[in-house]
């Protein structure tokens, strides 16, 4: 390996792709082939991917949660556990029907009329051409998932076991069919659960209607938002403690422009603050009227197709759109005096929360699942603490929703998913599937085994119910239908229960909640631990855009992650979002933030290149033998090894700061505190290695041992020894974070053959810390950047070697200061370097104090003149610029008609130039008096 195969500039996408295709070529992260290469000694690390769409890609909330999983998946690994980290995607109902639905429409077609078994095939044919779109992707991340593990919610396995717990459900009757008030979308044709609904904040009317009440002169007077639906109306309700309608009780209203008489009566439901305190009931279009008309047992008056236009119960209304009846309505009531008055009102709606149209509640035939008993246990193991809820302000939400949880409406009216394994007979009776056997017909999963005959009338004349299951009761199954249940097999014995799940938010209570309850109800175990599907959950932040919104394509402002990886690589991109990913804190993404860690590789890639550049001189000239950097692996791990001579100094404080960081690193990691583990990472490279310990050692192993002051031969050797143990075991901790550049440096320098991903990380000991080397550094650290410091400020040309002093009455800083003499020199870019026990004068020099030391930079004619000369000039165009400034913002005109923004903006460019103008002023005047009273002596 020599110095040439590092490139100078560090190209990220070929290195990438190159890599990404080795490790799923080479299976290296299928834990059979993983231990073949280094046997796990750790026990074992889990997770089943939260399975993307089918219909997806990549965006930046997958390309954060994905990143957090394998810094995990990878860590853990190097760790010595054997790591399964279970791949596959959603079958994902509604998106599909939406997608192909598109399709149809731009060929003039519906699903109605293609077909079911034409529609079918058409999905399958899309997933089988474009439905592996986003592993692509996944592999471009750099995902360390076990490809040949790979599931699919609609494949045979998980179609047995979605039969399966279907089966044992059904026969306990905890899944039943009724007739409730759902959630309905108009556009998608389907129900939808109750978590299926966004509520949006959006502004709407309050309609004041009249209903006249019979047999009197008098009316009530009732508020709705939504007066189409009052055509069905089958009540008007008050609340029984109500004195203002008390009288009105028991009697019959009119109906307005149905003309049908419907009752008055008391309910504790009704809220009297809302509107007038009197409401309309209309059981088949609003939950709680439901509610309300089964114990008054009112009669229902369904008013709208699927389609939610008006149907023929909507009278002369029929045909026309709920919000076209709405203006018909309104217009006809106010025709006749019934119209009180509108009045502005803003409430929550609720949309598809794939479609984003208006739900409509409806009255409708669906299959339920009872929740309460699988609640009980899942509450259980939370509260108790046999699985973590990270951050842990998620507990107390996850545990209100399941305490209040209502029955799962999971039948969907689609064709694309888990067909409800029932049969129904003309005599009304229901069968379900004989058992979970499955036949694969034209290349897909139908079940086996359907039932011969009625079980109530012994029939042999049924039909399978055309509604298929809500896609996410496959996926509540998958922590355990992945690794082969219902059978007991190898991996559901070797990795259940999972060891972590990470997802976002929005699917706690769609997903999570389920997954638990359902780990708990069909694993067949004794104990609770070990029914669980995790034991530790944590939920990560939002990615949003530069100014904190969450991205969404109405605002325009979505990041595709694929843009993001070819323009400053998979490497910075994830490290980007691990530095940012706090607990609990939502992410602001900005371009800076990507740039900087891209030039966070690039800084690394240079100093693998100047190791590789002076390794391959000092093997040329013989300093070192040939593949010194790949013998030294051969003495164990890095943290282990100890070579002769012992180390010097800088290797002691470099050491320590290694195990310092290991154990840092670890513990962060431990606590998904990524953005802590991230920044050590970086201060370590950028600063500690980087900046000071290869600059310090740099005479060392770039000196020409054909010359009279070349180290000698053994300390060379031992500096190269040290230095390549050192940036190793640095490229082992970054690893779970920068796979790809990690993995190519590694190669390059150390092991060509073998991949860093599956070697052992370093473990951190706090008994070998040298608080003493770190306290000793942070001197002498201190000491060359207060005199970097005075040199900025005195504004020398970077160059230019000029003469410092240091001071100090304390004997041992004098003694280290002394030992360390010429790097002190060298890294602050001294002519000389002049210790002193004394204090320093302040006159003829810039001087600034520490705790423990002094530091001055003399002054010298030149300096001086030239600096002034040079402050002058920089003051003359300070004021220039400020009374530029001051004359727009003076400009009534000016700050009328410009932008709020532009003016906000000069007003901030003024005062940061005020400031600067003062410090150059500041100045000016203590050389000026300097100057004066002949305090720059010649040299």
């Not at 978590?195 to 949006?200: I, P, Q, S, T």
């Not at 005959?453 to 029939?459: A, I, L, R």
């Not at 950028?686 to 041992?705: G, N, R, S, T």
């Amino acid at each position: 390996m020599t110095g040439q195969d590092i490139p100078k500039a560090y190209s990220p996408g070929a290195i990438e792709r190159r890599w990404a295709e080795w490790w799923v070529n080479e299976r290296l992260f299928t834990p059979e082939v993983a231990a073949r290469h280094r046997p796990p000694d750790r026990g074992t690390f889990s997770l089943a991917i939260p399975p993307p769409n089918v219909t997806g890609s990549l965006h930046m909330g997958h390309m954060l949660e994905h990143t957090q999983i394998d810094i995990l998946m990878r860590w853990r690994r190097m760790q010595g556990y054997r790591v399964l980290w279970l791949p596959g995607t959603d079958h994902a109902s509604i998106a599909v029907h939406v997608l192909l639905e598109r399709e149809l429409a731009a060929q003039g077609l519906t699903r109605q009329q293609l077909g079911r078994e034409e529609f079918l095939r058409r999905a399958w044919q899309w997933k089988a051409e474009s439905g592996d779109t986003i592993k692509q992707q996944m592999i471009r991340l750099g995902a360390s998932v076990d490809w040949g593990r790979e599931c699919f919610t609609m494949d045979s396995d998980r179609y047995r076991a979605v039969l399966e717990a279907f089966i044992r459900l059904y026969d306990e009757k905890l899944i039943y069919r009724g007739r409730y008030l759902i959630n309905w979308c108009p556009r998608c044709l389907t129900a939808l659960s109750d978590l299926e609904v966004v509520h949006e904040e959006r502004d709407a009317k309050l309609y004041f209607l009249r209903y006249p009440v019979l047999g009197t002169d008098r009316h009530l007077t009732v508020a709705t938002t939504r007066p189409e639906t009052m055509l069905g109306d089958t009540a008007v309700a008050v609340h029984p403690a109500d004195d203002r309608y008390r009288q009105f009780v028991g009697r019959k209203a009119l109906l307005p422009l149905m003309k049908r008489e419907i009752p008055i009566l008391a309910d504790e439901i009704v809220d009297r603050e809302f509107g007038t305190g009197a409401v309309k009931v209309t059981p088949a279009h609003d939950p709680n009227d439901f509610e309300l008309a089964r114990r008054h047992h009112l009669p229902e008056v369904d008013v709208m197709d699927d389609a939610a236009r008006m149907n023929q119960n909507a009278g002369p209304y029929a045909g026309l759109d709920r919000y076209e009846a709405r203006q018909r309505v309104v217009a006809d009531l106010e025709k006749q005096g019934l119209l009180e008055k509108v009045e502005p009102y803003r409430h929550a709606l609720g949309t598809c929360q794939r479609c984003k149209t208006p739900v409509e509640p409806r009255v409708s035939v669906q299959w339920f699942c009872r929740m309460k008993e699988l609640a009980a246990p899942a509450i259980d193991v939370v509260r108790r603490g046999l699985i973590r809820v990270l951050p842990e302000n998620n507990v107390k939400v996850y545990l209100n929703w399941m305490e209040n949880i209502r029955d799962w409406c999971i039948s969907r009216q689609l064709w694309w998913g888990h067909r409800i394994p029932v049969w129904h007979c003309a005599c009304g009776g229901m069968t379900r599937v004989r058992d979970s056997r499955v036949a694969v017909v034209n290349g897909h999963p139908q079940p086996a085994s359907p039932p011969e005959k009625c079980e109530q009338c012994g029939n042999s004349a049924l039909t399978q119910d055309p509604d298929v299951l809500d896609t996410w009761f496959s996926s509540a199954l998958w922590p355990f239908s992945t690794l082969g249940w219902p059978d007991d097999t190898p991996d559901l014995r070797d990795f259940y229960p999972t060891t972590l799940m990470i997802n976002g938010f929005d699917i706690l209570f769609f997903w999570d909640a389920r997954m638990i309850m359902a780990g708990l109800k069909f694993m067949p175990r004794e104990k609770l631990e070990e029914r669980i599907p995790f034991k530790t959950l944590y939920i990560h932040a939002l990615v949003r855009d530069p100014e904190g919104r969450k991205m969404s394509k109405t605002r325009g402002n979505v990041v595709d992650p694929l843009d993001l990886i070819e323009e400053y690589g998979t490497d910075a991109c994830r490290f980007t979002l691990a530095l940012m990913a706090a607990p609990g804190t939502d992410i602001a993404l900005s371009p800076d933030r990507l740039r900087s860690y891209r030039a966070f590789a690039n800084k690394i890639w240079n100093a693998a290149r100047f190791i590789a550049l002076n390794l391959q001189r000092a093997e040329q000239n013989g300093t070192l033998p040939a593949d010194f950097a790949a013998r030294l692996l051969r003495q164990g791990p890095p943290e282990n090894r100890t070579f002769d001579p012992p180390p010097a100094w800088v290797d002691r404080w470099l050491a320590s700061r290694l195990h310092r960081l290991s154990l840092t690193v670890g513990e962060a990691l431990d606590n998904f505190r990524f953005h802590e583990a991230a920044h050590e990472l970086y201060h370590f490279f950028w600063h500690e290695f980087c900046d000071w310990y290869l600059e310090w050692v740099k005479p060392v192993i770039a000196a020409d041992p054909a010359k009279r002051d070349a180290p000698a031969p053994d300390g060379q050797r031992a500096a190269w020894s040290y230095l390549l143990t050192h940036f190793e075991w640095a490229l082992r901790l970054l690893h779970p974070f920068m796979p790809f550049i990690t993995e190519e440096l590694w190669r390059r320098l150390y092991d060509a053959e073998h991949s860093l991903a599956l070697q052992h990380l370093p473990r951190g000991d706090a008994r070998r810390f040298d608080s003493r080397a770190e306290e000793e550094m942070a001197l002498v650290q201190e000491a060359i950047v207060a005199l970097r410091n005075i040199r900025a400020e005195m504004r020398l040309d970077a160059r230019r070697r000029v003469p410092g002093e240091l001071a100090t009455h304390e004997p041992a800083v004098f003694d280290l200061l002394e030992a360390h003499r010429q790097s002190i020199l060298r890294l602050a870019n001294l002519s000389e370097l002049r210790l002193s026990r004394d204090s320093l004068a302040a006159e003829g020099g810039v001087l600034r104090h520490a705790a423990r030391f002094d530091a001055r930079i003399p002054f010298s004619e030149a300096d001086l003149a030239a600096e002034l000369k040079r402050l002058r000039k920089e003051r003359e165009k300070l004021e220039k610029e400020l009374s530029g400034m001051r004359t727009r913002l003076a400009d009534r005109d000016f700050r009328a008609k410009a932008p709020e923004d532009v003016v906000r903006g000069l007003e901030q460019r003024q005062a940061e130039y005020n400031t600067q103008y003062e410090k150059v002023t500041r100045l000016l005047e203590t050389l000026e008096n300097r100057l004066s009273s002949g305090g720059a002596p010649a040299r």
